[in-house]
């Protein structure tokens, strides 16, 4: 933990007011927002120019919108055709014109906008897209297990192959995302599984969405529910609208009363397919898909349509039948299948075994039966099912059975998993979900790089799979605004769509590398602040928190090249830097150089940072306190200075007086995610365990993705004899753990 | 013909109407569940690799893209998160988007731009509405909200300028004229949700509809109690259909079978070709206005395929 600690916001040491000449001052400034340069730098920012008091977009500019007062549905009708083309030809006239020299020339000047208020009215609205816009970030472990799980459920739909519910490692999906994957594979499932029944694209669904933890109560119906009640709208409609001289077709009506009379018929078909096959249809309609499966071949010839007719028709009359039923909103499958998540149904020694569930539910216990009792199921399942089904594919599709999807399918999901699931039964069921999740994760890491998608080799900067931000209108301020309110996970995210956008914009990679440096991930820092240096190679901002990321990392060599490199190009120091010594860096010689520049300027605080950071490197801890002490004399209100000084503080196992570093750092900016990490550390380094709970506990509230902090947690949970709450550690149960600790 | 990988799933597929080498693409990641998109435009070169021209990333996936029909560097795109975008392929990316509509509340399915005006475009959305948009208006003109379930796609007329034919999951088929109040047709089209429509290029009153009940049907609006024709052959759910800009018969479909269909619904053998070089669902479809014969499609295979009807698409 120790020399990692350093890095505590890389390079931004700075004071309000501190002088021009101290670039990391300004940029603590900008983004501290502690002094008037702040407003300075936030004025370059280009949309800030929108809240400027002299433009004035008063709402009645609206009005002066060319044909603006047609622009609001709903129309009267019989004043809408008119509307319309006078919208059209008012369009035509100047503002399109207009808006296409805008569009030709790019955002128009601030002057020009003014005098054109419709476009600045526009542009206000542009400019507005507020950030919830955007969705919630996926702030978790990796996405690329969504990504696979979501592929399997897609694929599912190509075999009609049941999915099953998978308990998955937490995803951290927020609501927004869930509401997203819920509705949309709601409405793309029911084409996908266009001749299943209703029953099976919710049992589908139900596993999708059980597995990522999603409420499916919410779970949006297909067409089919309302479509009965919206035929007779249509009815009530075409009887009741009069339309004058419209198109309408006389024989609509009669073509529709023909329809009713159709789904009449159907609805008393479906009752017998009920007395058939008994109103709790499932293991029937079960069969029933499997018979589809096996006549594969034989639907794609000519019975393909008499059996989506049937389809279609029960469909119908589960829609009439069950219109006030919750069956499809919380069918039994989705009832055993979220109390399994929910841990109310348990797995012991490979059964299912209801915890608190009543043995009367009668598809629970079948489902049961089925799933681990009297049947082999997964056997069967393999035997009967997919390799039948596989082979049935494979004929059928020739081109497609070489893909090897089938043969990966049929391993992972028939035969690995069954396997593996059971090997995890035995090992417990406290242990499970993390194991499955190693295991899944494994999985899923072979794939990604069979793939070749993982070149994440040294160096190289990542970017995350799924950004919200990327498309953001400004996200480079976004950025800004997210780390000064201490949302590191987020404004990596914001900073990355910067940079997608402006690859060559230094101050984003800079920003970017510094937002990892404080989120303790200095591989990512690292990568992120070559990207900048490549962009402006004398950048002293970067060539510091490079130096500062690799003292980090321990790698001494390039740590001296990069603090080398930041006297090298620095204006006043230039002279010092001696042209041969760049070819066989030592560290006394360094270390010298820059003891010499704080000879020269004894109140350039960067010059006694430096020197810290230097003495870090060769473990001279005294030495590293006494010139971040000096640093602070010069600069109080820098935090991350404190942190520097606390962590120092620590490595020389002065931890009591470290813990008031960090108390500085943490008054001087409260959302210091790594501060407060650190003081749970010095904490535990003096054995006050139950202290330091609480703080490590703070820090991950804060950002649960700190994986150290979560080893640190376990440690000090167990050292202080609170094996009741590391469950709540291992499952990340943040709420719980704030309630038992709180700060 | 070549072929270009896309990092994300395609999700639409358009050629555009002023250069015959050059090419949109609409995708999303995670096949649009969850995640960011990303648009491309791609120059195909005579004898070679297609070539990226541009890229514009977005927070949620590219459902589709349509081109200006007045101005060749013109994109609209209909995003996942609800919104409309429009790019210029001749500004650089920070300067893009140049417009972004924030109106429709659900995922924005489709976009088609007005070929006859060529000063208008239509959305059609999950929230069961489509909308009429000009360039120059920070609002839609207008909204037409009859649909009971999803619209997946509207489409204008080719002649009249003012009709356009809306596909939705409600299982209906509603044709408009943009100056009545209300739809002047509604066509229960199939028994199944409506995925897609096209207009005949040839017969103003002709349009042809794609199913979730793998069928395509082709009606012609002044007598639509019974399809014209009945085009069965797809395994899955028929995705997209596409008129011929050449022939008056000749359509385009692609499947959730992954495969890629050409039709002639007045033959009597209406199969005139199958190509089976997707290796996930086929949802993206189109064929060129400029060069006969020439087909785009993408799927959920993360491939961009065009090539010339009658050879391999996967022939290198």
């Given amino acids: 933990m120790a020399m990692r600690d350093l890095v505590t916001g890389g390079a931004d040491c700075a004071a309000p007011g501190s002088s021009s000449s101290n670039p990391l001052g300004a940029l603590a400034n900008a983004l501290i927002g502690s002094s008037s340069k702040t407003q300075e730098r936030l004025r370059e920012i280009p949309t800030s120019q929108l809240t400027g008091p002299e433009r004035p977009f008063a709402p009645e500019t609206h009005g002066q919108l060319p044909g603006s007062e047609f622009d609001h549905p709903p129309l009267q009708p019989n004043q809408q055709a008119s509307n319309f083309l006078n919208a059209f030809h008012s369009a035509a006239d100047p503002g399109l014109a207009s808006a296409w020299n805008e569009v030709q020339a790019g955002p128009p000047p601030a002057h020009l906008r003014e005098m054109q208020p419709s476009l600045a009215e526009f542009d206000r609205i542009y400019d507005q897209v507020p950030a919830s816009q955007h969705q919630p970030i996926l702030d978790g472990p990796p996405q690329r297990v969504l990504s696979n799980f979501l592929h399997s459920f897609v694929e599912s739909s190509r075999g009609g192959v049941p999915f099953h519910p998978t308990p998955l490692p937490l995803l951290g999906l927020s609501e927004g995302d869930k509401q997203c994957i819920r509705d949309r594979s709601s409405i793309m499932a029911r084409h996908f599984f266009a001749d299943k029944s209703e029953d099976f694209i919710n049992a589908q669904l139900n596993a999708l969405l059980s597995s990522l933890d999603i409420d499916t109560s919410k779970q949006v119906g297909g067409p089919q529910p309302g479509r009965f009640r919206e035929m007779e709208d249509y009815w009530n409609e075409s009887q009741a609208l009069q339309r004058p001289g419209g198109h309408v077709a006389d024989g609509w009506a009669s073509e529709y009363s023909l329809n009713r009379e159709k789904f009449a018929d159907h609805d008393a078909w479906a009752q017998s397919f009920e007395q058939q096959y008994g109103a709790n249809g499932w293991a029937s309609e079960f069969e029933q898909e499997r018979f589809q499966l096996g006549s594969a071949q034989k639907m794609a010839g000519g019975n393909m349509m008499n059996l989506s007719a049937m389809e279609q028709t029960r469909k119908l009359a589960n829609t009439l039948a069950e219109n006030n039923d919750p069956k499809f909103q919380n069918s039994k499958f989705l009832q055993f299948v979220s109390k399994m998540s929910r841990g109310e149904l348990i797995i012991d020694d490979n059964q299912v075994k209801p915890n608190s569930l009543s043995p009367t539910d009668n598809w629970a216990s079948e489902y049961q039966q089925q799933y681990s009792g009297g049947l082999p199921w997964a056997d069967e399942f393999v035997s009967n099912q997919t390799n039948r089904w596989a082979d049935e594919f494979a004929e059928e599709k020739q081109n497609v059975s070489d893909d090897p999807w089938v043969n990966e399918f049929s391993k992972l999901h028939m035969q690995d998993w069954v396997e593996e699931f059971g090997q995890q039964v035995g090992e417990g069921v406290s242990g499970e979900a993390d194991n499955w999740a190693n295991a899944y994760d494994e999985f899923v890491n072979e794939q990604v790089a069979a793939k070749g998608k993982m070149d994440a080799s040294k160096g190289i900067y990542v970017f995350s799979d799924m950004n919200p931000y990327v498309g953001h209108p400004n996200p480079l301020k976004e950025g800004q605004d997210l780390f000064r309110k201490g949302l590191l996970s987020e404004a990596v995210l914001a900073l990355e769509a910067e940079v997608m956008k402006n690859p060559e914009n230094s101050e984003g990679w800079r920003l970017l590398g510094i937002a990892h440096a404080e989120n303790d991930d200095d591989q990512q820092a690292i990568a992120a602040m070559k990207r900048a240096l490549d962009v402006d190679p004398t950048n002293l901002e970067v060539l510091l928190a490079l130096g500062v990321s690799h003292t980090n990392e321990l790698e001494q060599a390039a740590a001296l090249r990069y603090l080398y490199g930041w006297l090298q190009h620095h204006p006043k120091y230039g002279t010092l830097a001696k042209p041969e010594l760049a070819d066989s860096l030592y560290y006394a010689d360094v270390a010298g150089l820059f003891n010499e520049a704080a000879q020269m300027f004894p109140d350039d605080a960067d010059v006694h940072i430096v020197l810290g950071v230097l003495y870090n490197l060769s473990r001279e801890f005294d030495k590293a306190i006494a010139s971040f002490q000096t640093a602070l004399k010069l600069k109080p209100q820098d935090y991350s200075l404190w942190n520097k000084l606390g962590a120092t503080q620590a490595n020389s196992i002065q931890s009591a007086d470290a813990i008031l570093a960090y108390q500085q750092a943490l008054d001087l900016k409260p959302n210091y995610v790594r501060a407060w990490a650190n003081m749970g550390i010095s904490y535990a380094n003096q054995g006050l365990y139950e202290e330091s709970i609480k703080y490590y506990v703070r820090s991950l509230s804060m950002n649960p993705k700190a994986d150290n902090a979560w080893q640190y947690l376990r440690i000090s949970l167990s050292c202080a004899s609170r094996n009741d709450m590391l469950e709540a550690c291992d499952s990340r149960n943040l709420d719980a753990l704030q309630k038992e600790f709180p700060l | ?316």
Wanted: charged fraction near 20%; include cysteine; hydrophobic fraction near 35%.
């Fill in chain 2, 1 to 316: 013909m070549p072929v270009f990988k896309t990092p994300f799933n395609g999700y639409s597929v358009k050629f555009s109407p002023f250069y015959e080498s050059r090419i949109a693409v609409a995708t999303a990641q995670n096949f649009g569940i969850l995640g960011n998109g990303r648009l491309h435009v791609l120059d195909l070169n005579p004898a070679g690799p297609i070539t990226e021209h541009i890229a514009f990333d977005t927070a949620d996936g590219v459902y589709d893209v349509s081109w200006s029909e007045s101005h060749d560097s013109l994109l609209v795109a209909a995003i996942a998160d609800g919104s409309v975008k429009l790019y210029d392929l001749a500004l650089p990316p920070t300067s893009n988007p140049i417009r972004s509509f924030h109106e429709h509340t659900r995922e924005v399915h489709s976009a088609d731009y007005n070929p006859v005006r060529r000063d208008s475009f239509l959305t059609s959305s999950w929230d069961d509405t489509s909308k009429l948009w000009t360039l120059d208006r920070p609002t839609s003109v207008r909204t037409f909200k009859e649909h009971a379930y999803c619209v997946y796609s509207s489409v204008w007329n080719p002649r009249h300028g003012d009709v356009f034919a809306s596909a939705s999951g409600d299982c209906t088929v509603r044709i408009w004229d943009v100056r009545e109040p209300g739809s002047t047709m509604i066509i229960p089209a199939h028994d199944f949700e409506v995925l897609s429509c096209d207009w005949n290029k040839y017969d103003d009153c002709c349009i042809a509809t794609a199913s979730v009940d793998k069928s395509i049907r082709v009606w012609d609006v002044r007598s639509y109690r019974t399809p014209v024709s009945v085009l069965n052959g797809h395994g899955y759910a028929v995705r997209k259909v596409k008129f011929s800009p050449h022939r008056q018969g000749l359509l385009a479909s692609c499947s959730y079978d992954m495969t890629v269909c050409l039709w002639d619904y007045m033959l009597e053998d209406a199969l005139v070709g199958r190509y089976d070089h997707h290796t996930e669902f086929a949802v993206g479809i189109d064929m060129s206005v400029l060069v006969e014969g020439l087909l785009a499609s993408t799927g959920w295979d993360e491939l961009v395929y065009v090539w010339q009807h009658g050879t391999d698409p996967r022939a290198p």
